[in-house]
Nanobody, 124 residues
Framework: QVQLVESGVGLVQAGGSLRLSCAAS????????MGWFRQAPGKYRDFVAA????????YSVDSVKGRFTISRDNAKNTMYLQMNSLKPEDTAVYYC?????????????????WGQGTQVTVSS
């Protein structure tokens, strides 16, 4: 079992920046693919970004490319999402996820473990 806890709840103005963190605990000896997803009210939980165990491979949705950066520090069992140039349409609950396999890292169905989510609100 792996427990994931997001932090970085934020209210920020459009154009601003915010960094989310996802701390993993429990069975962290395994090598996990990790990802970020977000869910706006009335919408599906959508893929944002994912990162391999080594950090050498990353994925991101087109709408955040050039603005969001995913990274991880395995020594701290923590993943990050640096969000710059935020837009009102980035407003959502952001979830981190982890899975030892995640054959399709961009799909929410690939992840076994999920955090509780953290709210990000971008005002115009």
């Amino acid at each position: 079992q792996v427990q994931l806890v997001e932090s970085g709840v934020g209210l920020v103005q459009a154009g601003g920046s915010l960094r989310l963190s996802c701390a993993a605990s429990g069975r962290t000896s395994s090598r996990y693919v990790m990802g970020w997803f977000r869910q706006a009210p009335g919408k599906y939980r959508d893929f944002v970004a994912a990162i391999s165990w080594s950090g050498g491979t990353t994925y991101s949705v087109d709408s955040v490319k050039g603005r969001f950066t995913i990274s991880r520090d395995n020594a701290k069992n923590t993943m990050y999402l640096q969000m710059n140039s935020l837009k009102p349409e980035d407003t959502a609950v952001y979830y981190c996820a982890a899975d030892p396999v995640a054959t399709m890292p961009t799909s929410r169905w690939a992840y076994r473990y999920w955090g509780q989510g953290t709210q990000v609100t971008v005002s115009s």
